[in-house]
């Protein structure tokens, strides 16, 4: 376990490389910010500073897409309900669970949201309110506990024929509700300690660095691939945390606790090779409408990604997949416990 100092510097590395994705695509800070971060701290010194950072981060996206919220309002009017009794549960979990069981509880939850985003889901969704309701609660615990949402939010998003501006504006909303709500909630149960005032304070320059070079770098890439390779990279690293979390908890023995990185880097390697050899056509016919509206921002496959360099990178993540394959079961290296 690195010291204080170190695991700092290791946090604050990890929070601009998330900032930096959050200013590119969109979205991820929490979603890049926790899985890592957890590893060095619990959820409850870690959660306070990264939900004062989604406030800040959440009205500015909201801001900038104002225009599409009278759209999506009444869309997202049943999750803003159903957010606040499911904060109030995950809150009162943050503040009196082990964190060791928080933290179990964070990476099983995530993992499979990240992989079925990345594999593209899609059904459609059309009843506002009977699904809104129970999703809120639902998205109210998970966020309050794990600062995350973005994964469910996309998903339920993905599938109501949003136009982009409008996508973004109801994640936006829902965000800035339930990050407002949640460090509320938070500051009431005593949870701002200096610990995480410290990390709260080395977040702020770093997101206001982080978030405009994103958005500058992002107009020379393709934001899609950037976006899976992003979301492979969140998988990998859940994975590997819910393996660690298992060999504390005493649950599964190392090295047989990684095999749920393992499977986990199985998984994405093959969404991976559909990501990369779909094609174009069947990804074309998912957009309908001249004015960009379609099922899916997140999973929208534009016709020209990085070029020739799109199937190198796919190349360069199967074989970084197949190297950690390896190196986890290969009897002459034995990860630390």
Request: hydrophobic share 55%.
């Amino acid at each position: 376990m690195p010291s204080l100092d170190t695991a700092l510097i290791i946090v604050a590395g990890i929070a601009l490389f998330a900032a930096f994705v959050n200013g590119a695509i969109g979205y991820g800070f929490s979603s890049l910010t926790v899985p890592l971060g957890l590893l060095f701290y619990t959820n409850r010194i870690l959660n306070p500073a990264v939900v004062v950072v989604e406030v800040l981060i959440n009205f500015y996206v909201l801001f900038i897409n104002r225009n599409g919220v009278p759209a999506v309002l009444k869309r997202v009017f049943p999750i803003l309900i159903g957010l606040l009794p499911g904060i109030a549960i995950g809150g009162f979990v943050v503040a009196s669970v082990h964190p060791g069981w928080i933290k179990l509880g964070t990476y099983t939850v995530i993992l499979p949201l990240i992989l079925i985003q990345a594999a593209g889901w899609r059904r459609p969704i059309r009843s506002a309110w009977t699904i809104g309701l129970p999703f809120g609660t639902a998205l109210g615990v998970l966020y309050s506990v794990t600062t995350i949402s973005g994964p469910p939010l996309a998903i339920l998003f993905n599938n109501q024929g949003l136009v982009k501006n409008e996508f973004r504006a109801g994640l936006a909303l829902v965000r800035v509700a339930e990050s407002s709500v949640t460090a509320i909630v938070y500051y009431h149960l005593g949870l701002f300690v200096a610990e995480s005032e410290n990390i709260l304070l080395v977040f702020i320059p770093i997101v206001l660095v982080g978030i405009p070079l994103g958005a500058y770098v992002i107009r020379r890439l393709d934001a899609e691939t950037f976006r899976r390779i992003c979301m492979s990279f969140d998988a990998w690293v859940v994975g590997f945390g819910l393996s660690r979390v298992l060999i504390e908890l005493n649950l599964v023995e190392s090295p047989w606790a990684y095999s749920v990185l393992a499977g986990t880097i199985l998984i994405d390697l093959y969404l991976l090779y559909i990501f990369f050899t779909v094609p174009r056509a069947a990804a074309a016919a998912d957009r309908s409408g001249p004015d960009d509206r379609m099922s899916s921002d997140m999973s929208e496959r534009p016709s020209d990604r990085f070029g020739p360099l799109g199937s190198l990178l796919g190349y360069a993540i199967a074989l970084a997949g197949i190297a950690m394959l390896i190196y986890i079961f290969s009897p002459a290296i034995r990860l630390p416990l």
